[in-house]
């Protein structure tokens, strides 16, 4: 099911609740990520979920297994739709966190991070020192999430095409890097428009700034999911 999912990076629950009044007769998907985690804990989730929003816990965690399954574990109790980790973490990890959500019995989607929308080619060779190019590393470790029975990954719309050539058409493309035309692209490096994000496959297209961070979010948000799905 393709939609657009707003990026809530804010400080607090007040200023998140600022924002979402803007949709009074909406209830987007919202990515709550650290930056409001750690401030507002898992409360917050509970709250947004009983009020009917559905949520994807941006926590990219990423840890030896044992560690990863069981953090998995407390956060599956939240009711999430969806989480991820870090598919750097290895197919160990991913297993593990696939293991701790179903020792809860949690229904989210398991997501794994590629590399991250930020990171560009030369940053990837000179300093992660990966000399791989950016779409082999990608569809190395959405192919390593696959088999650890994730459901899909996190990576740059430019990529959504390669993933489901690679790992099949239900294998879910998560894809922030989302920017209107002739937008400040801040610090993201792999970015498109959400209508090439279609094009391209995404399954879900992930936007902040573009936004939250505009006069008329829910305008903003309306054309967004006009044009995506
Ligand atoms: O590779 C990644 C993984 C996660 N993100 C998150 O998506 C949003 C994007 O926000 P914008 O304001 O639209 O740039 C943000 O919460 C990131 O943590 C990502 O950008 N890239």
Redesign the pocket.
């Known amino acids: 099911m393709k939609n657009v999912i707003i990026?809530?990076?804010f400080e607090n629950k007040q200023e998140l609740y600022t924002f979402l009044s803007h949709f009074p007769s909406y209830k987007p998907m919202l990515?709550i990520?650290?930056e409001l985690f750690y401030s507002e804990g898992p409360d917050l989730i509970i709250a947004l979920k009983s009020e009917g929003y559905p949520i994807f816990l941006?926590l990219?965690l990423h840890d030896i297994p044992n560690t990863v399954q069981k953090a998995m574990s407390n956060l599956g109790k939240l009711d999430v739709d969806m989480i991820n980790c870090h598919a750097a973490g290895g197919i160990k990890m991913m297993q593990a966190a696939k293991k701790g959500l179903n020792d809860v019995h949690s229904k989210a989607l398991l997501i794994a991070?590629?590399?991250?929308?930020?990171?560009d080619e030369t940053e990837l060779r000179q300093e992660l020192l990966i000399e791989k190019p950016m779409n082999e590393t990608i569809v190395h470790y959405a192919k390593n999430a696959k088999i650890a029975g994730l459901d899909g990954v996190?990576?740059?719309p430019l990529e959504s095409k390669i993933i489901h050539e690679s790992c099949g058409e239900n294998f879910l493309a998560i894809t922030?890097?989302?920017?209107l035309e002739e937008e400040q692209q801040?610090?993201?490096k792999r970015v498109t428009t959400p209508a090439l994000a279609k094009t391209l496959g995404s399954d879900y297209i992930?936007?902040?700034?573009?936004?939250?961070?505009s006069k008329d979010p829910l305008k903003v948000y309306l054309k967004m999911m006009e044009t995506f799905l």
């Open positions: 990026a809530c990076d990515k990520g650290m941006d990219k991070v590629t590399q991250l929308t930020s990171i996190v990576c740059s922030p890097g989302i920017r801040h610090d993201q992930v936007v902040g700034r573009s936004i939250t961070q």
